[in-house]
T-cell receptor
């Protein structure tokens, strides 16, 4: 079945350093979504990418959808302690309502 | 401003007990989902429903059943709880399939089976 993998599983950075997480799907995706889950919280929608090669920015966060629509990345510039949490990508299983989530990347920011 | 409400934040049950996890959404969403979250495994889909009384299995439906008698309510049932069902359970809802729907999650229900 369809699989969505994320790397790395964990990342510790010093405050002010950059951070990137990568998402890879075993199948082509019609779109990809990114969610953030704060410690003790629930996943909250960040952004959605639909077009091949699309790049979107939200302040210090840059999201990219691969040309083949099978991979995506989230890059955070100059991390802050408020960026702490687990970042998930999610893509729809072909022809269904099912959103398959990646394994997540847990980010810890050291002040 | 709560939009997806899960009835219990923490539950402790014994092996063999029947467990009900309730989820209610007030956004008139057609789709509702139950996910299970475990460390290192991400979110895994148990069941989802795209309409009242309609349900489809997700990736890990074994040991679970669901009920959707009303549009706003989606229940997850563990007929006979086992220790390997100790986990965080997340309910979510979304608008009907448009190829680009966003999931809104509840706060989660952390279940411990002893």
């Amino acid at each position: 079945g369809q699989q969505v993998m994320q790397i790395p599983q964990y990342q510790h950075v010093q405050e002010g350093e950059d951070f990137t997480t990568y998402c890879n799907s075993s199948t082509t995706l019609s779109n990809i979504q990114w969610y953030k889950q704060r410690p003790g919280g629930h996943p909250v929608f960040l952004i959605q990418l639909v077009k091949s090669g699309e790049v979107k920015k939200q302040k210090r966060l840059t999201f990219q959808f691969g040309e083949a629509k099978k991979n995506s990345s989230l890059h955070i510039t100059a991390t802050q302690t408020t960026d702490v949490g687990t970042y998930f990508c999610a893509g729809p299983s072909s022809g269904t309502y099912k959103y398959i989530f990646g394994t997540g990347t847990r980010l810890k920011v050291l002040a | 401003d709560v939009k997806v409400t899960q009835s219990s934040r923490y539950l402790v049950k014994r092996t063999g007990e029947k467990v009900f996890l309730e989820c209610v959404q007030d956004m008139d969403h057609e789709n509702m989902f139950w996910y299970r979250q475990d460390p290192g495994l991400g979110l895994r889909l148990i069941y989802f429903s795209y309409d009242v009384k309609m349900k489809e299995k997700g990736d890990i439906p074994e040991g679970y059943s669901v009920s959707r008698e009303k549009k706003e309510r989606f229940s997850l049932i563990l007929e006979s709880a086992s220790t390997n069902q100790t986990s965080m359970y997340l309910c979510a809802s979304s608008l009907a399939w448009s190829g680009a729907n966003v999931l809104t999650f509840g706060a989660g229900s952390r279940l411990t089976v002893l």
